[in-house]
């Protein structure tokens, strides 16, 4: 098997050697031979070759069973014009893999409650399913016509269905519940969007199904998220509700991300490009300070979704579990609250557990000696 790793700017590079690090140890374990290749994209590309992601790069991502991907951009790159900065190289390669589905997993660690901006964050635990391919972003015709400007909304039925069955999918998998977010009180396509969810949904009478409006679903988020498990999206309201979404468990260094374009939930494997949910952060590129979880979370789903290795997706996941216990932690971590929110942390909530703040490799060492004691 072959994945494909694409640093990418600023902090990718960072994150991604911690993420290369855990699969490597974890390959060797289980005695898997998993090829990586490395490959430039974004402004990395541009610096060297003139374009943020080369053909012979979407050639080497088409042929391989996964892509890690860090982050793409910053200021150097700002001024370009828009198909020659380094997010055309994301978005090209989205295309060319024909990725049409955003997992987004939002849990919080019970030992990292405390960074939640709400009163109340124990337990939340759903997925933001995000159609990736339509809807307003692609829809023709589109464009400023003088003295107005158009974009439309589409969505075909097939477009609908194969996402809707993916979000059912994922439901058995979980809770049983997937919540549809639609504008059906004002918008056609909602209300099309609507019908066709519902009626995939006919084919899964184990699944809950509720539908919800966007501006609704906004104000739910914040108050009751303990009360979802697979919250389906178009395009539009997913790009929004996921940030949302991410923004409640308090760091985007913890939000993982896993583009699919196939839907095989029957055990086998299927290709899929995963990166963490945040950017290259150029503030605090180069300084070791970035937080590898949300990176190291993404190469758990690509464990799961590509690789087939179920066991080792979840052994992962404990093993920062484990770290974070322990009492690691990086920066953005630890400095959200006031001194005194701190020096009660500093306390551990856990017992008598003492914070180390550390940088991102010792966090990722952390990890690996973790998973150590947990292979036998
Ligand atoms: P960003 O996600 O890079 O950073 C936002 C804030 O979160 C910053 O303060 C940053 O320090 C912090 N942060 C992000 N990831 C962190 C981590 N792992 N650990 C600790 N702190 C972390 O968003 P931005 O500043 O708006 O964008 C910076 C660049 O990244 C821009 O060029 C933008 O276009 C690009 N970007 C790329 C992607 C991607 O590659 N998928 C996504 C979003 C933004």
New binding site residues.
Partial sequence: MKILVLP?????PE?VDEAVKVLDFLFQKRRMKIEFEFELI?GASIDKYGVPIRDEVLEKAKNSDAIL???????K??SLPIDR???AG?LKIRKALGLWANIRPIKIFPELSYISPLKNSDGIDFVVLRELTSDVYFGQPRGVFGDHALNTMIYRKEEVERIAHFAFEVALKRKKSVTSVDKANVLEVSSFWRKIVSEVAQKYPDVKLEHVYVDAMTYYIILNPQKFDVVLCPNLFGDIISDEAGGIIG???LCPSASLGSLNFGGGRIQGLY??????????AGKS???????LLSTSMLCEYSLGMKEEASLIETAIRDVLSEGFR???LVEKKSQGEKNKLQKGKRGKTKIKVVSTKEFGDAVVRSLKKLII
Avoid: C, F, K, Y
């Fill in positions: 990418g700017d600023g902090i990718g994150v974004g991907l860090g982050a793409v951009g910053g200021p790159w700002d900065r380094p997010e994301l760091s985007l260094g990166e963490p949910v945040h950017g290259s952060a150029p503030d605090i300070i970035a937080n590898p979880i949300a990176t990086t920066q953005d």
